[in-house]
Nanobody, 124 residues
Framework: QVQLVESGGGLVQAGGSLRLSCAAS????????MGWFRQAPGKEREFVAA????????YYADFVKGRFTISRDNAKNTVSLQMNSLKPEDTAVYYC?????????????????WGQGTQVTVSS
């Protein structure tokens, strides 16, 4: 079992920045690919970013390229999402997810464990 706990969400003005963190339990974190997804009210959960077990491969949704950066620290069992130049349309609950394989993926169904989510609200 893997437990994921997100933190770092909050209210920010458009153009501002937030850094989300996800702390994972378990001794096999370094062998898991990790992802960030988000879900706005009335919308389906959508892919934001993903990173392979080593951090060597990173993937981003088109709408966050150049603004968001995913990273991980396997020594600390954490994965982070640095979000810059935030827009009101980035408002959503952001979820951290773990995939019990080394390769990253971009669809929710390919992930095995999920955190409880953290709210990000961007005001205009």
């Amino acid at each position: 079992q893997v437990q994921l706990v997100e933190s770092g969400g909050g209210l920010v003005q458009a153009g501002g920045s937030l850094r989300l963190s996800c702390a994972a339990s378990g001794r096999t974190f370094s062998s898991y690919a990790m992802g960030w997804f988000r879900q706005a009210p009335g919308k389906e959960r959508e892919f934001v970013a993903a990173i392979s077990w080593s951090g060597g491969s990173r993937y981003y949704a088109d709408f966050v390229k150049g603004r968001f950066t995913i990273s991980r620290d396997n020594a600390k069992n954490t994965v982070s999402l640095q979000m810059n130049s935030l827009k009101p349309e980035d408002t959503a609950v952001y979820y951290c997810a773990a995939r019990t394989t080394v390769l990253a993926a971009t669809t929710p169904r390919e992930y095995d464990y999920w955190g409880q989510g953290t709210q990000v609200t961007v005001s205009s």
